[in-house]
């Protein structure tokens, strides 16, 4: 499953259809607030991937610390239309919009791949299944 990042409407259909054209079960979310709360309350898709520049508290790259951290072994892709606002950090894989199907499906099983999680066998952890995360001092 992916959960797609897009603000921009007919941007996230068009993301939607060549992923579904594809094989991929696509849940999605209008901003990184909004994906957030989705990964709190679906549980977590095999791959995220967000647009760079969203409206809203957690833009692109944000939003990637964010699961990354809470959700290490997530993937990620990170996709724009402006690659000259871009701060990336190595590691994640980046895709310049428009993309074409053959690159955007490459880019995500390349990243699904490099954390050796097939999209055909990844379960989507439940919140009901999650682990509590424990502070330090506990």
């Known amino acids: 499953s992916v959960l797609l990042v897009e603000d921009d409407d007919?941007?996230?259909r068009a993301i939607e259809?060549?992923?579904q054209k594809s094989g991929f079960d696509v849940t999605s979310a209008v901003n990184g607030d909004s994906a957030l709360n989705l990964l709190e309350s679906e549980g977590v898709p095999d791959i995220l991937l967000?647009?760079?520049s969203m409206p809203?508290?957690?833009q692109g790259l944000d939003l990637v610390r964010v699961v990354k951290k809470r959700w290490p072994n997530t993937p990620t892709?990170?996709?724009s239309g402006y690659t000259d606002r871009i701060n990336s950090e190595p590691g994640i894989p980046f895709l310049q919009k428009p993309v074409?199907?053959?690159t955007l499906v490459t880019a995500m099983n390349n990243a699904?791949?490099?954390h050796r999680l097939p999209r055909t066998t990844r379960k989507r952890v439940s919140p009901a299944e999650r682990q509590p995360?424990?502070?330090p001092a506990e």
């Open 10 to 12: 007919s941007v996230r």
């Open 17 to 19: 259809l060549l992923l």
């Open 50 to 52: 967000t647009d760079h």
């Open 56 to 58: 809203g508290t957690h």
């Open 77 to 79: 892709v990170l996709m």
């Open 100 to 102: 074409s199907q053959r």
């Open 112 to 114: 699904l791949a490099a």
């Open 133 to 135: 995360i424990l502070s």
